[in-house]
């Protein structure tokens, strides 16, 4: 029952999902879902794929540098079990987990501080350079043509009859 | 008269000669040959003789992984331009590895525990 992850995209593999290469190098390779397995028979390179972890972290879009990472790693040697450890370690993990979360949200704040200026600065130039498109109301009054005419079309009484007709 | 055979398939046709299916299937994968290339040069043993291969298995690329029938074939293949793009990609950075996944899921560095003392 170990969770592996994804070669590919690093996602989380569950037992009883994806699917297991082993190259004649006795390396492996793990993959979640056929896409990834997918991507890598085309020879992709995880880094340079936009929706996967490996990318996301060569290029500073999560956080990779924590200390709350140093608790989940794969642990080649057996601890020996000892009852109140393992009682103080099952109760730690939701508050680790609390603080990893909290962490990331921060660094996405922080990744986003330029952005509402970015955007307001984007929209000043394409008001500088759009204005000549702008015509205000008082001009579409006078100038007939830059207006639909109105037309008037009559309608028939018939439908009252109709709706007699239906109440019978 | 003219129009399209249904049974045969432009794809399959293509993808079924032989250059594609050797680059597919049969070439060593990137982390095998930059394993290879990093390696000090005492470890790198002679190439073995076989009979099986041409030129008995002595004229080889390591970049592109093929094995060529004397000196002149393979220096040949140096100036082509697909010898030359392997070189710069295995310049480059160090191929994709499971480690590597872990490390951007969220894992830290695997713990070997303590060296165990030699007997």
Known sequence: ?168 | MGGKCPHRNVKKRRYSHKTARRTKFELKGDDMVYAQLNKPDEERAPLPLDEDLPGMGQYYCLHCDRYFSNVAVRDEHFKTKRHKKRIKQMMGPAPHTQLDADVAAGMGMPDNGPKLMSM
């Open chain 1, 1 to 168: 029952m170990r969770l592996e992850k994804c070669w590919f995209c690093s996602s989380t593999i569950y037992p009883g999902h994806g699917i297991q290469f082993v190259r004649n190098d006795a390396k492996i390779f793990r993959f979640c879902r056929s896409k990834c397995h997918k991507n890598f028979k085309m020879k992709r390179n995880p880094r340079k794929v936009k929706w996967t972890k490996a990318y996301r972290r060569v290029h500073g879009k999560d956080m990779t540098q924590d200390s709350t990472f140093e608790f989940e790693r794969k642990r080649n040697r057996p601890e020996r079990y000892d009852r109140n450890l393992a009682e103080n370690v099952l109760k730690a993990i939701p508050k680790i987990d609390k603080i990893r979360v909290s962490r990331e949200e921060r660094h996405h704040k922080n990744r986003m501080k330029g952005k509402k200026e970015k955007l307001l600065k984007e929209a000043v130039k394409e008001l500088e350079q759009g204005i000549s498109l702008v015509k205000a109301p008082s001009v579409l009054q006078q100038d007939p043509s830059l207006t639909l005419p109105k037309i008037k079309v009559k309608v028939s009484q018939q439908q009252s009859e109709e709706n007699h007709a239906m109440e019978e």
